[in-house]
C-alpha cells in the first residue's frame, strides 16, 4: 500500500503541498508569537518640494502667455526610499499645456510627469487664470529713474545717457498697449559728488506706475550720469517773528535738521555763511510745529529743502508774587476757592484727554506743488491727471481737529529734475508730530522741458 502511495507522482505532490501548508503555519505562528522582525508591509513618507518650476507649452512663435506662476509647491507621499529619492533628484517636471489654447482667458490645470507611478503628487495651486494673446514686439525709448540718494546734496545730475537708448518689448498685445513709462531704474543711494556709471534694469509700467508682465531686451542697460556741483552747505538761525501773547513765553525752537543747501554759482554762494529764518509765533498758545520756508539768499537760486519743520515748545509764565501775604481770611478762602475751581479744570481736562484717541481725516482733492524746479527748467505735471492727490491722516483727534488744507502742503522735489518724465516722490509738510499720513498715490510725474530762449 505504501509502495503504491509513494509510486504515484499525484500522491507525492499531495503531500508534499500538504507539508508545505503545515511549514508556513507554523513559521507564522512563531513570527506572531515572538514579535519576530518579519514586515510584510514598506513604510510611507510625505514630503513637501517648494519652488518647483513650472514649463508651458504653447505656440511661442504667434501667442504670449502671461499669469502663470513661476513656481509651484509640490507634496508627494508614498514609499519612504521612493519618495526622498525623488525629493533629491527632482526630475519630474510641473507644466501647463497651451498647445491648443485660443486667445483670452482661462483657467489651466498644472499637470506633473515624469513622476513614479508609486507616488501620489498634489501641485499647489492647482490651477492658474492665464491670458492667452497675440505676441507682439514693439521698441520703446528708455527714460533714466535716479534714486533721490544717488546724487549728495549741493550737487546735481545732468542729461544722463543711456546704451542702448531703446530696447525691445514683447509681451500680450493688449499688455504692450498699456505701456506708459519704460524705465532704468537707477538704484544707487552712494551720494555721488562726481561723474559716475552705472548698469540699470530696465521695468514697463502703465500710466498707473503699475509694473507690467512683458518680456524686455536688453533687461539691463548701462548708465552714465554726469554730476555737477550746485550749492553749498550753510547752518541757518532760528528766529521768532511776532507778538506772543502776554502769558506765554518760547521755551526753545529746534529743526528737523542742521543745515540747507544754497543752489547757486560760485559768485552768489561766496558770501553765504548763514540764513536766518523767520519763525512766526504771533498768537501761540500751545506747543506746536510750523513748517516753515526756508529765504533764499539775493543772488542764490533756489535752496534745498525749501522748507522746514520747526518744533516749538512754550511755557506759561508765572503769576506775580508780589502780593501781600497778610490776607484776610475771606481772602484766604477765596483763593481756596479757586484752587478748587483750577483742579476741577484739571481733573475735567485729563478726562477729555483720556478721551482722545485715535483717529483719521481725509483732505481730498490736495494741490500738489512743484518745488526747488532749476530756474532753466520747466515741468509739467502728466500724472495724476488732476494734480491732485487725496490725504488721509492719523493721529489723535485733538491733533487733527486743527489742521486743513491750507496748513499742510503736499509737494514734490524737482532740485534734480532732468529733461524728459520725471518722478519724484510726493512730500507732506506741516504735520505736527504724532500724526502720520497716507496719499491715494506716492509719486508725481513731471514733463521737464529747458525754457526756450527769448
Known amino acids: 500500500m505504501m509502495d503504491r502511495i509513494l509510486n504515484n507522482k499525484w500522491s507525492i505532490r499531495i503531500v508534499a503541498l500538504v507539508l508545505a501548508a503545515i511549514l508556513f503555519t507554523s513559521v507564522s505562528t512563531d513570527n506572531k508569537n515572538s514579535g519576530g522582525t518579519f514586515q510584510t508591509t514598506t513604510q510611507n513618507d510625505t514630503e513637501v518640494i517648494q519652488n518647483v518650476p513650472v514649463e508651458v507649452y504653447y505656440d511661442k512663435k504667434n501667442l504670449y502667455v502671461s ?41 489651466v490645470k498644472l499637470q506633473i510627469k515624469n513622476l513614479s507611478n508609486r507616488l501620489k503628487a498634489t501641485i499647489s495651486p492647482q490651477t492658474a487664470k492665464v491670458n492667452v494673446q497675440e505676441k507682439v514686439t514693439k521698441k520703446f525709448s528708455v527714460d533714466a529713474e535716479l534714486s533721490s540718494n544717488a546724487v549728495a546734496r549741493g ?21 504692450v498697449e498699456e505701456i506708459a513709462y519704460v524705465k532704468a531704474n537707477i538704484n544707487d543711494n552712494k551720494k555721488h559728488k562726481d561723474d559716475f556709471e552705472s548698469e540699470a534694469t530696465v521695468s514697463a509700467f502703465d500710466r498707473n506706475l503699475n509694473k507690467l508682465d512683458v518680456e524686455i531686451s536688453p533687461q539691463k542697460v548701462k548708465v552714465k550720469v554726469p554730476v555737477k556741483k550746485v550749492g553749498k552747505s550753510v547752518p541757518f538761525k532760528l528766529k521768532a517773528e511776532g507778538n506772543l501773547p502776554d502769558n506765554i513765553s518760547i521755551q526753545s525752537m529746534t529743526a528737523d535738521q542742521d543745515e540747507v ?81 483750577t483742579n476741577e479744570q484739571n481733573n475735567a481736562g485729563q478726562e477729555i484727554s483720556q478721551e482722545d484717541t485715535e483717529s483719521s481725516k481725509t483732505l481730498s482733492g490736495h494741490n500738489i506743488s512743484a518745488q526747488s ?18 490725504l488721509t491722516l492719523h493721529g489723535k483727534s485733538s491733533l487733527l481737529n486743527d489742521l486743513n488744507p491750507s496748513s499742510v502742503s503736499v509737494m514734490a522735489n524737482l532740485a534734480n529734475a532732468t529733461v524728459g518724465r520725471y518722478s519724484a516722490r510726493i512730500e507732506v509738510g506741516g504735520l505736527p508730530r504724532g500724526v502720520t499720513y497716507s496719499l491715494s498715490t506716492s509719486t508725481a510725474i513731471f514733463t521737464i522741458e529747458e525754457k526756450s530762449d527769448e
Open 67 to 107: 499669469g502663470l506662476p513661476e513656481t509651484v509647491s509640490v507634496t508627494i507621499s508614498g514609499p519612504r526610499s521612493i519618495v526622498q529619492n525623488t525629493k533629491a533628484q527632482q526630475d519630474f517636471k510641473v507644466y501647463a499645456d497651451l498647445r491648443n489654447a485660443s486667445i483670452g482667458e482661462k483657467n
Open 373 to 390: 524746479l532749476p530756474s532753466n527748467l520747466t515741468a509739467t505735471l502728466v500724472s495724476p491727471a488732476n494734480g491732485k492727490v487725496n
Open 261 to 341: 543747501v544754497v543752489i547757486g554759482d560760485d559768485a552768489a554762494l561766496k558770501n553765504v555763511d548763514q540764513i536766518t529764518v523767520n519763525v512766526p509765533v504771533a498768537n501761540l498758545t500751545a506747543d506746536t510745529v510750523k513748517e516753515v520756508t526756508i529765504p533764499v539768499p539775493n543772488g542764490a537760486e533756489a535752496v534745498q529743502p525749501s522748507s522746514i519743520e520747526v518744533r516749538i515748545k512754550t511755557t506759561k509764565k508765572s503769576s506775580s508774587s508780589g502780593e501781600s501775604s497778610d490776607k484776610s481770611s475771606g481772602e484766604r478762602n477765596e483763593d481756596n476757592n479757586t484752587s478748587n475751581d
Open 155 to 175: 550737487y546735481k545730475a545732468g542729461n544722463i545717457k543711456i546704451s542702448p537708448g531703446k530696447v525691445s518689448v514683447t509681451g500680450a498685445k493688449d499688455t
